[in-house]
């Protein structure tokens, strides 16, 4: 399974420590021609989402990445990867790949809660380890989103088809949960879709 990792800023190592946990094969992909590798999936990490937004934009990544998510390819975004993937930011006019019918706050818990980190319910694992940094949360979700986190009421991760996101960084935790569950999402595209 070979999966890419959006290395231009943010916490791709960390994404990429997780892949070789389960045994999966990560790809850093720094400029277009990194798009070339086959892949079956690809993770757009934590960071700072205006950066990342110009840089995908800068190096002409922005466009095959969307077609790419738009054709089916399963994609995992973490905290700034959540906001590029939404439709909608509540402060900002600006959108990115804007494929995942969410609307988002960016750094939702302001600076006095920047950072903290919880446990609570992600999809069928009852208790997973959370680490929040400056996070967004979603506030609207579109017909077809399930939601599949929340924490204080505030939706903190969900799923649209093959669109993974998470307001918190599982990559920065001992738990492999929802790695686990997005290469599950996609092995079930590769020998579904891709068969």
């Known amino acids: 399974m070979n999966i890419g990792i959006l290395a231009l800023q943010g916490a791709f190592a960390e994404h990429m420590?997780?892949?070789?946990t389960l045994h999966a094969n990560g790809i850093l992909i720094r400029q277009k021609s990194d798009l070339s590798h086959p892949l079956d999936g690809l993770i757009l990490p934590g960071g700072e989402s205006t950066a990342m937004g110009k840089l995908l934009f800068d190096l002409?990544?922005?466009?095959?990445?969307?077609?790419?998510?738009?054709?089916?390819?399963?994609?995992?975004?973490?905290?700034?990867?959540?906001?590029l993937l939404a439709k909608q930011l509540e402060d900002s006019p600006i959108r990115h790949l804007a494929t995942m019918d969410i609307t988002v706050r960016r750094n939702a818990y302001?600076?006095?809660?920047?950072s903290f980190t919880t446990t609570a319910a992600f999809g069928n694992f009852p208790s997973i380890p959370m680490t929040f940094i400056r996070a967004p949360f979603i506030t609207q979700t579109?017909?077809?989103?399930?939601?599949?986190?929340?924490?204080?009421?505030?939706?903190?991760a969900a799923r649209q088809g093959n669109?993974?996101?998470?307001?918190?960084?599982?990559?920065?935790?001992?738990?492999?949960?929802?790695h686990s569950y997005f290469l599950n999402m996609v092995q079930n595209w590769v020998t579904g879709e891709k068969a």
């Open 110 to 114: 302001g600076r006095q809660l920047g």
């Open 142 to 156: 579109g017909n077809s989103v399930t939601v599949l986190s929340t924490v204080n009421g505030n939706k903190v």
């Open 17 to 20: 420590k997780m892949l070789e």
């Open 60 to 83: 002409d990544i922005l466009e095959p990445v969307r077609e790419r998510i738009l054709e089916g390819l399963p994609v995992f975004g973490t905290c700034a990867g959540m906001i």
């Open 163 to 178: 669109q993974l996101v998470t307001a918190f960084h599982p990559e920065l935790t001992d738990s492999v949960a929802v």
